[in-house]
T-cell receptor
Framework: DTAVSQTPKYLVTQMGNDKSIKCEQNLGHDTMYWYKQDSKKFLKIMFSYNNKELIINETVPNRFSPKSPDKAHLNLHINSLELGDSAVYFC?????????????FGQGTRLTVV | GQSLEQPSEVTAVEGAIVQINCTYQTSGFYGLSWYQQHDGGAPTFLSYNALDGLEETGRFSSFLSRSDSYGYLLLQELQMKDSASYFCAFMDSSYKLIFGSGTRLLVRP
């Protein structure tokens, strides 16, 4: 059973397009996150949702928008894709957003913008 | 500002012991976590230190010194499968999980 699953695994698209990445967790966790990992493997938090409420919103371009239909899902929508958006995007979830938090990551979506 | 510093790469031989250091800077700090990521894979949780001292989990141990803003991950009896990237991370005062830039560990036969 996959704990945190995201689709698609690979996404190749042209500049200017709009795309979405879906994420679902079956762990019953309250908090979900989106991270961006660049070519240098630096992991940067983009968004965090707790019980469908946005609790962290990093300074990412407003072309990126998280959508959470319920606490098991956190999808990422990206408008007007740019070359610099190429990266691996990871969805993650945790039991809560407290300090002793183990985050469970999905397998990642490798986005390539051409 | 907030930052975590790790060596970019470490090489060791199979069966040896390796230590990956992490220094951090932040105004609010709850504890230090370590994650492992194999190439093409997802980060997976290894350990968490909230208090000073050593936490042992099998072949892996993690250490924290809050007064020195320093921690390390110790890997013993290295195996080839330990070749991966290792990230230290902390949860800051607003509960953001902030990651270091990662240390790539290469285990040689």
């Amino acid at each position: 059973d996959t704990a945190v699953s995201q689709t698609p695994k690979y996404l190749v698209t042209q500049m200017g397009n709009d795309k979405s990445i879906k994420c679902e967790q079956n762990l019953g966790h309250d908090t979900m996150y989106w991270y961006k990992q660049d070519s240098k493997k630096f992991l940067k938090i983009m968004f965090s949702y707790n019980n469908k409420e946005l609790i962290i919103n990093e300074t990412v371009p407003n072309r990126f928008s998280p959508k959470s239909p319920d606490k098991a899902h956190l999808n990422l929508h990206i408008n007007s894709l740019e070359l610099g958006d190429s990266a691996v995007y990871f969805c993650a979830s945790s039991q809560d957003s407290g300090p002793n938090t183990e985050a469970f990551f999905g397998q990642g979506t490798r986005l390539t913008v051409v | 500002g907030q930052s975590l510093e790790q060596p970019s790469e470490v090489t060791a031989v199979e069966g040896a012991i390796v230590q990956i250091n992490c220094t951090y800077q932040t105004s609010g700090f709850y504890g230090l976590s370590w994650y492992q990521q194999h190439d093409g894979g997802a980060p997976t949780f290894l350990s968490y230190n909230a208090l000073d001292g050593l936490e042992e989990t099998g072949r892996f141990s993690s250490f924290l010194s809050r007064s020195d803003s320093y921690g390390y991950l110790l890997l013993q009896e290295l195996q080839m499968k330990d070749s991966a990237s290792y990230f230290c991370a902390f949860m800051d005062s607003s509960y953001k999980l902030i990651f270091g830039s990662g240390t790539r560990l290469l285990v040689r036969p």
